[in-house]
């Protein structure tokens, strides 16, 4: 059955870092367009980052522009989410996404900053 897992969430104090990692099973991700979307309560899901199946073109919402990175290990069927200077309002569950001619959600992984 095709699916994504996400893992690496937890609790982090601000300014710390966190590396989200979204491992895909039942098909493989080289084709797929991957994202990162997060929802925090009362919030809507809203993009965070965006990698491309080719050229390794990435994007990212302007709220995390300098401080998160994503990047693709395709021979590990694998995308991650690297975290630096954490805040508050980052605190939120993280969903990855595959897009491609189907689209897979992750199930989420909860991220919370707070001291």
């Known amino acids: 059955q095709a699916q994504l897992v996400e893992s690496g969430g937890g609790l982090v104090q601000p300014g710390g870092s966190l590396r989200l990692s979204c491992a895909a099973s039942g098909f493989a991700l080289r084709n797929y367009h991957l994202s990162w979307y997060r929802q925090a309560p009362g919030k809507e899901r809203e993009l965070v980052a965006y990698?491309?199946?080719?050229?390794?073109?990435?994007t990212y919402t302007e709220h995390v522009k300098g401080r998160f990175t994503i990047s693709r290990d395709d021979p590990k069927n694998t995308v991650y989410l690297q975290m630096n200077s954490l805040k508050p309002e980052d605190t939120a569950v993280y969903y990855c996404f595959a897009e491609f001619i189907q689209y897979y959600w992750g199930q989420g992984t909860q991220v919370t900053v707070s001291s």
């Open positions: 990698i491309r199946a080719t050229g390794g073109f990435t």
